[in-house]
């Protein structure tokens, strides 16, 4: 069965997906390079040091915003950490940085391109856990050091602890930042407050349409942070909907509008990946 479903996969992605999730697939399935994966990221890569160009694809400016700066930061972590590329992100990141000591949610450059309505900004957009928490907790997991990273890490600390939210998404950046932050024992005792957070904020219907959060949402693998706020069964639940949730044509579908044909095709291709690294982290694949 597993086997069937990679080699399904394989042809959606082969058909339909960007030549970035193609390179992906290669190096998480058949042995592909770790070098042509970063070349195939190269080309999201701006002269001001971030990363743009739709490279999270609902957004179509070719400018370089916050989200894509964790986009490319979870390629690295996949295929192998690269200092120096890092290094030109942070010092992006830091020109970008509010007084506050975190980044926007999303740019005002963003409005020369299509894009989804959520990606809509005021003029001066304030410090935002999503994507700072994440983009730090990245960074912490690879020991890396910048004066960006010392900035955020304080914003984070003072923004995190205590947290109060409607947004799932910034709930999921911030347990990044717990996971991965040098500080253990101050995590574990926020962490505790925000778990609770999470499991109300859960779908734990397999089956619920639309844009949810299930648990493989905040926990894709078994040693995810949030794993521990799950029972087994419910893990094993929704991993056979993950299973059972290829399209016929070998790919897993999205949850939300897409801003384009081509657009709803390259997310396709970006959360067809990440389902088959959920089945292979789960022992599935």
Not at 131 to 145: C, E
Request: glycine share 6%; aromatic share 10%; proline share 6%.
């Amino acid at each position: 069965m597993s086997s069937k479903i990679l080699e399904s996969a394989e042809t959606f992605i082969l058909k339909n997906a960007r030549l970035l999730e193609r390179r992906l697939f290669a190096f998480h399935f058949r042995g592909g390079t770790r070098q042509n994966v970063l070349a195939a990221l190269s080309a999201y890569h701006n002269d001001d040091g971030g990363f743009g160009n739709a490279l999270e694809p609902d957004k179509r400016t070719p400018s370089s915003q916050p989200i894509d700066q964790e986009f490319a930061l979870r390629i690295l972590d996949e295929v192998g950490f690269d200092a120096e590329l890092a290094g030109k992100l942070c010092d992006f990141l830091m020109s970008i940085t509010t007084e506050e000591g975190g980044i926007p949610f999303v740019l005002p450059s963003v409005r020369d391109a299509p894009r989804a309505e959520w990606w809509n900004t005021e003029d001066h957009p304030p410090a935002s856990i999503n994507p700072t928490a994440s983009i730090a907790g990245l960074l912490h997991r690879h020991k890396f050091q910048h004066a960006w990273l010392e900035k955020a890490t304080a914003y984070c600390w003072r923004n995190i602890e205590g947290l109060q939210t409607e947004s799932e998404h910034s709930l999921l950046c911030a347990t990044l930042f717990l996971e991965h932050t040098p500080d253990r024992e101050r995590a574990e005792r926020i962490f505790q407050p925000l778990g609770e957070q999470i499991k109300k904020r859960t779908s734990f219907d397999p089956q619920a349409p639309g844009y949810v959060f299930n648990p493989l949402t905040w926990a894709p693998g078994p040693d995810s942070i949030c794993r521990r706020l799950f029972e087994q069964d419910q893990i094993e639940l929704h991993l056979k909907a993950l299973a059972d949730g290829q399209q016929d044509d070998g790919g897993w579908p999205i949850s939300w509008q897409a801003v384009s044909p081509a657009c709803e095709m390259e997310y396709r291709g970006v959360v067809t990946i990440r389902a088959l690294k959920t089945l292979k982290a789960y022992g599935r694949l």
